[in-house]
């Protein structure tokens, strides 16, 4: 007989928990064994004892300092102080006759002067440069020199307001010159403006006459944009010095400044006996320049002017081409029949092309 059929035991199913233990212990065995490969394995015989590098000894050396010896005298003279500023003299009244003429005087031996670091700003209403020494001065090269510049006869020119018209690179201007005096004491103004508005520029020259001409005291210089620099003649020492840098120069007899020049140039044409072959100017702007001018005569010109054709005399002074800072060269037409002053006044940059005229526009008149 069979025995009775039983239903089989059911499979047990392992539990969720075994299962996650067992995947963990996995994991953990796994990260073991990489750990283990990391870890670096000391070399063979570590252990056995520490190796020692040689240890070289250091020499200290004691130096003995030596003596320096002591800097060359060269000679220099110490930088000059600084001049303080002259007062400001008050407009002359204007006598209309000429004053008749100065006979000139030897001019005395002075210290040498410093040279200036030239202001390349716009000139006097020329061309942007300032002016440096002239080499081809028969007295001397350059304003340190100790031989003074030559004085010559003046002739005072009446007083007088001279129009001109402006040419300033392509742009049209006006430009207004006024000269007073009463014999003593002088009073030159310049204005100059382009387009009628703001003066681009405004220059003041006031002072005396001595035996060399005139005898600047004080030169102010005011541009467009920028602030008035001054130069002041101080004649009580014998020096002159500057409103900004720290320097200065003889007051030579006979020395100008960047518009008594004008004047000065008139006077010396209008006390000439016979043609000269040169007029030499020690000349100085507001800014610490000084420099000779020697104007060169280049014969007649016959000139087209508002006022109808003009005999003029041609005058140039050229830059030191020596001198990396002049390069301007500056150039006036003298009419003997309107008191040797310019009828046209041309300044030209060599360094960068400007040019700027000044053609007298109208006839001259009575100071303003």
Do not use: K
């Amino acid at each position: 007989m069979r025995p009775p059929l039983t239903p089989p035991e059911p499979t047990r199913r392992p539990t969720r928990w075994r299962v996650g233990a067992g995947l963990l212990l996995a994991v953990l065995l796994l990260h073991g064994m990489l750990l283990d490969g990391l870890v670096p394995r000391p070399p063979p015989g570590a252990g056995r004892g520490r190796e020692t590098l040689p240890v070289r000894p250091v020499q200290v050396r004691t130096l003995s300092a030596r003596p320096l010896a002591p800097a060359p005298d060269l000679g220099l003279a110490p930088a000059p102080a600084p001049v303080a500023a002259a007062p400001v003299v008050a407009a002359a009244t204007p006598l209309p006759a000429a004053q008749p003429p100065v006979d000139g005087v030897a001019a005395p031996t002075a210290a040498a002067p410093s040279r200036a670091s030239p202001d390349t700003a716009a000139p006097d209403i020329r061309a942007p440069d300032t002016a440096a020494p002239d080499s081809t001065a028969p007295d001397s090269s350059a304003p340190d020199s100790t031989a003074p510049p030559p004085v010559y006869p003046t002739r005072l020119p009446a007083p007088v307001q001279l129009r001109y018209a402006l040419q300033l690179n392509g742009q049209a201007g006006d430009a207004v010159l006024d000269w007073r005096h009463d014999g003593q004491r002088y009073v030159l103004a310049l204005e100059a403006r382009i387009n009628r508005v703001q003066p681009l520029l405004e220059q003041l020259s006031q002072g005396g006459f001595d035996a060399a001409g005139l005898a600047p005291e004080r030169f102010t210089d005011r541009r467009r944009g920028r602030g008035q620099r001054a130069a002041n003649f101080r004649r009580d020492i014998g020096r002159i010095g500057f409103s900004g840098p720290q320097i200065d120069y003889p007051a030579w007899p006979g020395a100008q400044d960047r518009l008594s020049w004008w004047a000065q140039l008139a006077a010396i044409q209008a006390a000439a006996t016979s043609p000269l072959s040169a007029i030499t100017l020690f000349v100085v702007d507001a800014r610490g320049a000084g420099d000779w001018w020697r104007f060169v005569p280049q014969g007649e010109a016959v000139l087209d002017t508002a006022v109808g054709r003009v005999a003029a005399q041609h005058w140039r002074r050229d830059p030191d081409v020596a001198d990396r800072h002049d390069s301007q060269r500056t150039e006036v037409w003298l009419d003997a029949t309107r008191g040797h002053w310019p009828v046209l006044l041309r300044t030209t940059s060599l360094r960068n092309g400007d040019v700027v005229e000044l053609r007298l526009a109208s006839e001259p008149g009575l100071p303003r």
